[in-house]
């Protein structure tokens, strides 16, 4: 993609224009194999890419602990995030035959369907309003499935396509770039791995052994960033138990490690809710066996030399295992701010 295609939406100052804007509900657009080309020709895969891109420069060599600006905006996102925390406490499993896909998780997600305009209007002020239903939709597309009860990559998408929302209308901003990974997206990560633990969700379209991982993607990416030129790290150490244990807080690389490893290792049933035969997998992962077995492209991914090689390589499989795969990108919602139009030269 050429350089110009990358320009990130961060500093949304300049995007928002002086007239009102005219904010539509996103709609699905990509209905067959071949409308795959204008999706890679849109204005929204470039606006996509290049805000994924310069989130990815923004932690390049900087830990999880790295002390960075925390804005108002950012808080709020944060508290949001926290909202739907709570409410899967208030919102406990209940019991049935199968062991995955918990109902529970449909009454979860009525609530936050029928609160998400309410939640997205905390964030996004006053004079920016008309937003909010737009907005809105990538939230509620960001936590899974509620037919289906399943998580994947896509919906890990729509969480990223509505924080790049929210930069080109200028809620969050250039200097907001680390706290967006390292504080919204981390604490969105916590609430769906709670998710996918408490109602044991299915992967969406995994790969099993033979995918990065079951349910996300962008942590490996912008997690790979932060390991760059680390002065001891190297890729051949995130298999190595001793290591993970000491820098998983650190780094976001490691704890999507160790968060594989917890569902190979923690007790197959909690809280005694669920009954039955246990075969070895646990809150509905692929994975099971020893690590070069259950993550066959990760431990692959410990041979290559460098942090930065594992960085070029991942944004490389990013792009052509999710955003140029018809499975994950049939679900996409294109409105104003994300257009399927194509890119405008000049």
Not at 22 to 32: D, M, N, R
Not at 69 to 83: F, G, M, P, Q, R
Not at 104 to 111: D, E, I, Q
Not at 314 to 342: D, N
Request: proline share 6%; aromatic share 12%.
């Amino acid at each position: 993609m050429a350089e110009g295609e990358r320009q990130p939406p961060p500093d949304s100052s300049e995007e928002t224009p002086s007239a009102t804007p005219t904010f539509i509900i996103p709609k699905k657009e990509i209905h067959t194999v071949p409308d795959m080309g204008k999706w890679k020709r849109s204005q929204a895969y470039a606006d996509y890419i290049g805000f994924i891109l310069t989130l990815n420069e923004g932690v390049k060599g900087k830990k999880l602990t790295f002390d960075y600006k925390v804005s108002e905006a950012i808080e709020k996102l944060v508290a949001l995030l926290d909202t739907l925390d709570r409410w899967i406490d208030e919102t406990p499993p209940v019991d049935q035959p199968s062991r995955f896909g918990n109902k529970a998780y449909r009454t979860w997600y009525a609530k936050l369907d029928q609160e998400a305009e309410n939640l997205v209007a905390t964030v996004i002020p006053t004079n920016l309003a008309a937003a909010v239903p737009e907005v809105a939709v990538y939230l509620k597309e960001a936590v899974g499935n509620s037919t289906r009860i399943d998580y994947g990559t896509g919906h890990e998408a729509a969480f990223a396509a509505f924080l790049c929302c929210l930069c080109k209308i200028g809620v969050l901003r250039v200097d907001d770039q680390v706290a967006i990974v390292f504080k919204v997206f981390d604490r969105y990560l916590e609430v769906m791995r709670k998710l996918q633990k408490t109602y044991r969700m299915e992967p969406a379209g995994s790969q099993g052994v033979w995918g990065l991982d079951d349910f996300q993607f962008l942590p490996f990416i912008w997690g790979s960033s932060q390991l760059i030129d680390h002065p001891h790290l190297e890729p051949r150490h995130f298999v190595d138990e001793k290591a993970v244990s000491e820098n998983h807080k650190d780094y976001m690389f490691l704890q999507c490690i160790l968060f594989i490893t917890e569902l190979l290792t923690e007790e197959p049933f909690t809280k005694g809710r669920f009954s039955g035969e246990w075969r070895g997998r646990n809150a509905a992962s692929m994975k099971t066996g020893p690590f070069a077995e259950h993550s066959n492209q990760l431990w692959n991914i410990s041979a290559v030399p460098s942090w930065s090689k594992v960085n070029q390589g991942l944004i490389r499989m990013y792009k052509a295992e999710c955003l140029e795969k018809f499975p994950v990108i049939q679900h996409f919602k294109f409105g104003s701010l994300l257009p399927i139009h194509p890119v405008t030269s000049g």
